[in-house]
């Protein structure tokens, strides 16, 4: 196996639990609450949202929940998702680091989102629920939906955040050939959208806005439900088969890894990745360095607070202890359309402040910098989401230059940008610019969130 360029697994190999890291946390984090009482909730505040199975795994503290056959059966689509060990890129570099990147591109939507997605459709199938509901900002979680409630035959809406529905038409077109409908957001189905609209017609929308009306058209209807494609307990858990599968992969190869490293916008390629390496460094297995990596101009983990904070932007969801910047926060117009939400995973919140992980944030013209060097080297077109994990390897991996470090990476590869070529043609024509992050904002921000 010297000079191998790609780890694979059989479908046999596939693993079928889900890994559930928070019964390992030396504390758990704090519970959700209700956005009225201030009260914890529990799972039958969140039925008119979620499938029973969902609300279930969500406070879960079981380790490990069998990935069930009708998911797997789809799962087998794309998974096991290659490992590759980036050998042109380590030689580009010079580095002395071995470079590995575990590439969930493979996926029919060219993305991480499915693995979530499938199982959420499935689960709501199971219950008798008829339509499911969401936002989607770049479009990579609600076409994942589309495709997912394709495989089971329910119906999909999804309010798309307005600046990408304009700037990104491809992705609208892959959610209705899955039979999706999709609304720019703000919209006129919903009272929220339709107070936006009559403030500005051409209001860009955030995710912040298009999760209440998402939220919202759920709620008012039994039959329906809403899906969340980041952030929550248990959409992390879905995700975890990546780190279960890139575990055996390097396992296969005699290696451990010395950093591991994904983007964070929800959290949840990051927690997927992650979260099984946090198991084993908790467990004393292998002491890894477990690194966030988020846009300058949206750094919930390293200039956010550490606070209770709603979901949305209408302030309709549950109150949840996370990073946030303030759920009125707009995020400047970046190309990582995936990273701009203000808040964070409160697993990943919490794995933050307990120091378990670290995290660091990249300004967009270098990610995509490195985005193009790891193509010229590599092939893949990264997502520009995956790109700030691809820069942080990058810097990674000339510091281990400078010192001579024979460190192994292992970098989280959440999607290919085979849909994102106008923000690649901007980055070379020169035209990228970086937004600076204003603290003036942050604090106008922070001033809406509640005080508990
Ligand atoms: C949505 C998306 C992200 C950001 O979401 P997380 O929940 O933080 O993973 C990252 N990469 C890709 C390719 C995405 O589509």
Redesign the pocket.
């Known amino acids: 196996m010297s000079d191998y360029y790609k780890v694979s697994l059989d479908e046999a190999e596939m693993p079928t639990q889900w890994y559930n890291l928070i019964p390992d946390l030396p504390t758990p984090p704090p519970p959700p609450l209700h956005p009225g009482t201030h009260e914890p909730i529990g799972g039958p505040d969140l039925a008119p949202l979620f499938a029973m199975a969902l609300i279930e795994q969500e406070v879960s503290t079981e380790s490990y929940i069998d990935i069930p056959g009708g998911i797997l059966d789809v799962y087998r689509l794309w998974r096991p998702s290659p490992l590759y060990r980036a050998r042109r890129l380590e030689r580009a570099l010079g580095t002395p680091a071995k470079i590995f990147y575990k590439y969930?591109g493979v996926s029919p939507t060219g993305?991480?989102?499915p693995n979530t997605s499938v199982a959420q459709a499935y689960y709501n199938h199971q219950e008798g629920i008829t339509k499911l509901t969401t936002e989607t900002g770049?479009g990579?979680?609600g076409s994942s939906l589309a495709f997912a409630t394709a495989q089971y035959g329910i119906e999909c809406e999804v309010w798309q955040v307005a600046a990408s529905y304009r700037s990104k038409p491809y992705r609208k077109t892959m959610m209705e050939i899955w039979g999706a409908s999709v609304h720019p957001s703000p919209s006129d189905v919903t009272e929220f959208g339709r107070q936006l609209l009559a403030k500005d017609p051409g209001h860009p929308g955030s995710l912040g806005i298009a999760i209440s009306e998402a939220v919202s058209m759920a709620v008012d209807d039994p039959n329906t439900r809403y899906s969340l494609?980041?952030?929550l307990n248990h959409v992390l858990l879905h995700q975890t088969i990546i780190g279960e599968e890139a575990l055996l992969q390097l396992d296969k190869v005699g290696e451990t890894p010395d950093v591991v490293i994904a983007?964070?916008?929800?959290?949840?390629?990051?927690g997927g990745l992650s979260f099984p390496f946090v198991r084993e460094k908790l467990a004393g297995r292998m002491d890894p360095v477990i690194r966030g990596v988020e846009p300058a101009s949206c750094p919930s983990l390293t200039k956010g607070q550490y606070r209770y904070d709603f979901g949305d932007t209408a302030g309709m969801t549950p109150l949840v202890k996370m990073h946030t910047l303030g759920h009125q926060f707009i995020p400047d117009a970046i190309h990582a359309g995936?990273?701009r939400y203000h808040g964070m995973s409160p697993i990943v919140s919490h794995l933050y402040e307990e120091g378990i992980m670290e995290a660091e944030a990249i300004t967009q013209v270098e990610c995509f910098g490195a985005a193009v060097q790891f193509a010229r080297a590599e092939g893949i077109v990264a997502?520009p989401?995956?790109a700030h994990a691809v820069a942080a390897t990058v810097r990674e991996a000339l510091a281990c230059k400078e010192s001579g470090d024979e460190k192994t990476i292992l970098l989280g590869l959440?999607?290919h940008g085979h849909l994102d070529l106008a923000s690649y043609d901007d980055y070379l024509l020169g035209g990228l610019v970086d937004h600076e992050f204003s603290d003036a904002d942050l604090s106008a921000a922070m001033a809406h969130v509640p005080i508990i």
């Open positions: 969930e993305s991480h989102k770049a990579q979680w494609g980041s952030v983007c964070t916008g929800g959290g949840s390629n990051f995936g990273l997502a989401e995956p959440s999607g």
